[in-house]
């Protein structure tokens, strides 16, 4: 039974650490793991999930990088929910753009109203 072989996945951290699991050969398929692979692992107890950084997000949007991706649908299709009522706007949501406050620039969202008040 060739499906119930076992693969070992090791994911390299920040600082040198390596976080090892053992996998189905299946589940790798499945996965589509390759080395270089951007995965998120989710550690239950003694056990290790590794799945790819899902975007769920318009083709147009998606990027090699996800944070960049999201970065990127949240600028275009969901700039109409962006709001910063209590610190300041970061700097990634006008990258790409003029200078904030130049033509052609994103303007700073207004405050969100919550329950009649403001937030």
Do not use: C
């Not at 072989?5 to 390759?34: F, M, Q, Y």
């Not at 995965?39 to 799945?51: E, F, G």
């Not at 753009?97 to 130049?102: E, F, M």
Request: no cysteine; glycine share 8%.
């Amino acid at each position: 039974m060739p499906w119930l072989a076992n693969n070992e996945v090791t994911i390299d951290l920040p600082g040198g650490i390596e976080v090892v699991s053992i996998i189905t050969k299946n589940s790798a398929e499945r996965l589509a793991l390759a080395p270089s692979k951007e995965v998120h692992a989710v550690i239950r107890a003694t056990n290790v999930m590794v799945a790819p950084f899902a975007q769920v997000m318009p083709d147009e949007y998606r990027r090699e990088d996800a944070v960049e991706a999201y970065r990127a649908f949240y600028r275009g299709a969901k700039a109409r929910l962006a709001r910063w009522t209590r610190r300041p706007v970061p700097d990634w949501w006008w990258e790409g753009t003029d200078t904030p406050g130049s033509p052609g620039a994103f303007e700073t969202p207004g405050p969100t109203v919550l329950n009649g008040s403001h937030g």
